[in-house]
């Protein structure tokens, strides 16, 4: 089978329009998948604060899970599109054929843990009984319906190595958009419906979700994709769960850190105040904002450069690197300028407690000096993952939130009070970033020597 123009133009289009082409779907996906977040956000922070603080202490569990789902699609597309980029279409399908059933057999696991042990995983964030009760209530019906999570999140990822980035774009306005319209319906009980609070949300996500998952299944086995499956043919092959974990496992863990920093984070924070909880959860979503759309950009940045690594293009490498790298810059840049100038109302939309203003003013101001870094220590995540070195990354994540985010929040705690610690967070990414920039630099430059000196294999 040879390749067709839809992969085969990474290796010929001209680099800035066709990021821009294979970028664009997904920053709208990833841009209505945030306005998602803020508004279920927005509607339980109306519903009650309480509500709004269990919301957030339910965050890492969300986060782990998507870390499960990303790390693992992370870990399909680069190799699929450097397999592409080397003319192994059949071997990609393959790929392709054993995430598949991954997918499932995640979902399965997580809804057994959830149905069985929610209470006690909520018991691990918090003491306060009130939290526990409607933090379980939550999170027991996302655990059990994450197989809806898994389906689209992970199978997306197959579509984005073969260059496909508009069918993911659908799947994920699919379910934003059900998930926004059903929201107000199942937590405040409008018309016909029930009034069920938080789990309102929770059902609204798990169903938006199923109905987004199932679309993307059925493209996924329709004939219309380079990458097909051969479902009925399909024989285990560890030399490929190695390939895609390779890098999925450190795009992974790198997530899987996240949640653990956000639970410790939240720990911090509930010492001082029950209500800082609260905030970081709308600071999180708020900042998604920008951080989707960067997000979105390597969905399109990621396959572009492990093409043209598979297929010894140094110079179209070096064009994506800098072109993907002063997008994020900018967008970057917006988030910080937005956050600064306008925090006051921007928390007003998720709750006006009085309280709870004064501690995201400041907060949001602080936390937002970060996202410059943030910005482009995305970007030098997804070049290494994109080149099948993951990793660098899952060290240099391991010292950002656990070695200096977490370190640096508490010691300011602890020496100047709540207001302080939010420094951590533009600390611990500046501190990255150095760090990412000199390791990055040193790899690139002996790819780049293999490619053109020595023209070894790079996959």
Same mark, same amino acid.
């Given at each position: ?26 920053? %709208? ?33 969300? %986060? ?45 696991? !997580? ?170 959860? !709308? ?10 759309? %960067? ?6 940045? /990621? ?25 994020? /810059? ?18 007003? /939309? ?44 899952? %060290? ?64």
């Amino acid at each position: 089978m040879g390749l067709t123009t839809k992969s085969n133009r990474m290796g010929k289009e001209k680099i800035g329009p066709l990021l821009f082409k294979l970028s664009v779907p997904a920053i %709208i996906g990833m841009f209505v998948h945030s306005m998602y977040n803020i508004i279920d956000s927005m509607y339980v922070g109306r519903f009650s604060t309480e509500a709004l603080s269990a919301l957030s202490l339910c965050f890492p569990v969300q %986060i782990l899970l998507i870390a499960v789902a990303v790390g693992t699609g992370v870990g399909t597309s680069s190799l699929i599109s450097r397999l592409l980029g080397q003319k192994k279409v059949d071997r990609a399908g393959i790929v392709a054929e054993h995430v598949f059933f991954i997918a499932i057999l995640y979902g399965l696991i !997580v809804g057994v843990i959830g149905f069985f042990f929610s209470e006690q995983i909520v018991h691990l964030f918090t003491d306060n009984p009130m939290l526990i009760d409607m933090a379980k209530r939550y999170i027991r019906i996302i655990m059990i319906g994450s197989l809806t999570i898994f389906i689209p999140a992970i199978f997306n990822y197959i579509l984005r190595g073969e260059g496909n980035t508009f069918a993911p774009m659908i799947t994920m306005l699919i379910g934003a958009v059900l998930n926004i319209i059903l929201d107000p319906f199942l937590i405040f009980g409008i018309g016909f419906f029930p009034k069920l609070g938080i789990e309102g949300a929770a059902i609204a996500t798990v169903f938006s979700r199923l109905i987004s998952g199932l679309f993307i299944t059925h493209i996924l086995l329709s004939d219309r994709n380079e990458v097909t499956l051969r479902l009925k043919k399909f024989s285990f092959d560890l030399h490929i769960i190695r390939g895609i974990y390779q890098v999925g496992l450190p795009a992974m863990a790198g997530r899987l850190l996240m949640s653990l920093a956000m639970i410790t984070v939240n720990r911090i924070l509930g010492s001082f105040n029950i209500t800082a909880i609260a905030v970081m959860g !709308v600071i999180f979503r708020l900042q998604s904002f920008f951080l989707m759309s %960067i997000f979105g950009l390597t969905q399109g940045y /990621l396959p572009l450069v492990g093409y043209n690594f598979g297929h010894k293009e140094p110079e179209r490498m070096k064009k994506t690197i800098f072109l993907g790298s002063f997008t994020a /810059l900018s967008m970057g840049a917006l988030g910080l300028i937005l956050f600064q100038a306008f925090p006051g109302f921007l928390l007003e /939309l998720f709750n006006q407690d009085p309280e709870f203003i004064r501690i995201g003013i400041t907060a949001l101001r602080r936390v937002s000096l970060a996202y410059i870094f943030m910005s482009l220590n995305i970007m030098g995540a997804a070049t290494f993952q994109a080149i099948g070195r993951g990793f660098p990354s899952l %060290i240099l994540n391991i010292m950002r939130q656990f070695f200096i985010l977490l370190s640096s929040m508490y010691f300011l705690g602890q020496a100047f009070g709540l207001e302080a610690t939010w420094f951590a967070f533009p600390i611990a990414e500046a501190t990255t970033f150095i760090l990412l920039s000199l390791w990055l630099s040193l790899t690139l430059k002996k790819c780049f020597y293999n490619i053109c000196q020595r023209g070894e294999s790079l996959t």
